[in-house]
């Protein structure tokens, strides 16, 4: 099982979607601009377009910010600088998360290889995330996901803050230490990932209050478990195993940090409900939210690999679990990267 070379060929895949172009001169004709785009899917591209009434808009689906305008010319930001493009949404999901966890991937595999070009595609992507985290992403048409951003950039810093000069190091510690938190939202593992953030930012930081915060949530996540081993993702209403998963791999995270005997039991018992649900063939989620994501078997794997370390007494029968899935994944890989779900269907129909 080649992870890293999986990984690398998602991640270079991926690469050809990030945005590059950071500054645009657009010619000013009356109330009409032209200019080039660089654009990751149609090339460069002329662009004819009437001037914007406010100071953000979107050409082809990439984000602008005018920054400055006169009569013959206007200075475009590129505000979507970093960010990794949706070719079926034809947009940035700012207010997702894709562009985080690029940057976390990128570090991962920076830490492998060393190369300085994975640590430059790890900063662009942080400086999108620093720079549209502070209105919530302009053009985002969801709720911006914050607990899932926070996560993956306080992983990313860990990675690579040796690496960083001392001015990125100053400004990713302030985005860091004043990031906001979804704290409305009470599914289990959207909790899981609070608790192990700010666990991670008072071991990163020493910020008493994160400690206190992860105490009152590991706590709220203990209470979402069944005496089957499954957790609830909402509370005595429902149950994904996709979700299960997931709270599983935040737990080991939060084991490897801790070192809990406690948190060590909670995770071993999630495992053995969950390995209840994996088919012959590999197959496992189907039932529940998020049935046959891709995210569902990523975490799988993960979950049933650190199982393996976890308790070694059982490891020939987790591998054999993680055999089947891995296979089974597989089975759907193309040009080098998973669809979003695991079916035969077009990836606009998915």
């Given at each position: 099982m080649d992870y890293l070379t999986t990984a690398e060929s998602i991640f270079y895949w991926l690469t050809q979607y990030q945005i590059s172009q950071r500054q645009i001169v657009a010619r000013r004709e009356k109330e009409e601009i032209n200019f080039t785009l660089e654009h990751p899917i149609e090339g460069?591209?002329?662009?004819?377009?009437?001037?914007?009434?406010?100071?953000n808009f979107r050409s082809h689906g990439v984000g602008l910010r005018i920054i400055q305008k006169d009569k013959q010319k206007v200075v475009l930001e590129v505000y979507d600088h970093g960010g990794i493009f949706d070719p079926i949404d034809y947009s940035i999901p700012g207010d997702h998360?894709?562009?985080?966890?690029?940057?976390?991937?990128?570090?991962?595999?920076?830490?492998?290889?060393?190369?300085?070009?994975?640590?430059?595609?790890?900063?662009?992507?942080?400086?999108?995330?620093?720079?549209?985290?502070?209105?919530?992403?302009?053009?985002?048409?969801w709720g911006y996901h914050w607990d899932f951003q926070n996560y993956a950039f306080l992983e990313t810093y860990r990675l690579v803050n040796g690496f960083l000069s001392n001015e990125e190091t100053k400004r990713w510690i302030k985005g860091l230490k004043s990031y906001r938190e979804n704290s409305k939202n009470s599914l289990t593992n959207w909790i899981a990932m609070r608790a192990y953030s700010s666990l991670l930012r008072h071991k990163l930081f020493g910020t008493p209050v994160d400690k206190l915060k992860f105490m009152w949530r590991?706590?709220?996540?203990?209470?979402?478990?069944?005496?089957?081993?499954?957790?609830?993702?909402?509370?005595?209403?429902?149950?994904?195993?996709?979700?299960?998963?997931?709270?599983?791999?935040?737990?080991?995270?939060?084991?490897?940090?801790?070192?809990?005997?406690?948190?060590?039991?909670?995770?071993?018992?999630?495992?053995?409900?969950?390995?209840?649900f994996i088919d012959?063939?590999?197959?496992?989620?189907?039932?529940?939210?998020?049935?046959?994501?891709?995210?569902?078997?990523?975490?799988?794997?993960?979950?049933?690999?650190?199982?393996?370390?976890?308790?070694?007494?059982k490891a020939p029968e987790y591998q054999d679990y993680l055999s089947r899935v891995w296979s089974y994944l597989c089975k759907f890989k193309r040009d080098g990267h998973f669809p979003l779900v695991l079916n035969d269907r077009k990836d606009e129909e998915k």
């Open positions: 460069n591209i002329e662009v004819k377009e009437p001037l914007p009434e406010g100071k998360y894709a562009t985080t966890h690029f940057a976390l991937l990128g570090a991962i595999l920076f830490r492998e290889r060393q190369q300085e070009d994975l640590l430059e595609r790890v900063r662009k992507a942080i400086d999108f995330h620093l720079r549209t985290s502070k209105d919530e992403y302009y053009f985002g048409t590991i706590r709220r996540v203990d209470k979402a478990q069944h005496s089957d081993g499954c957790y609830d993702d909402q509370r005595n209403f429902s149950r994904p195993i996709q979700y299960h998963v997931f709270t599983l791999a935040l737990l080991h995270r939060l084991y490897d940090l801790t070192r809990s005997e406690k948190i060590k039991k909670h995770f071993l018992a999630g495992v053995n409900y969950f390995t209840k012959p063939d590999g197959c496992f989620n189907y039932l529940g939210r998020g049935q046959e994501q891709i995210f569902g078997y990523g975490v799988a794997i993960y979950v049933l690999e650190a199982a393996k370390l976890v308790d070694k007494t």
